[in-house]
C-alpha cells in the first residue's frame, strides 16, 4: 500500500493482520462469487456443457489478466524504474 502508514497510522499486532486477512478473505468471496456464480446457476438449470465452458472460460480469462499483470511487474523490475515513476 502506497499511503498505509498515512491513513491508518502505524497499525502491529494481531488486529492489523486480523483486518488484512478478513479484507483478502472478502475479496476472495466477491471474486468467487464472479467467477463461478453464472456456472452455478446454468448448472443448476441442467445446462451441465455451458456450466463448465463458462467456468473454464471465466477461470482462463482471470489467468490470462494475472498473467499479464505478472509480465508487466517484471517488466517494470528488470527496468530498474523507480518506485515513484509508475505508482500514481
Known sequence: MLHGN???GNSSGTLGAFVVLMLFSL????VGGLVFGESVMLFFENKRKDSITAALYSVGWLALYTIIGMLLLAMIAAMNIPYHMYMW
Open 27 to 30: 475479496s476472495a468471496a466477491v
Open 6 to 8: 498515512a491513513w491508518f
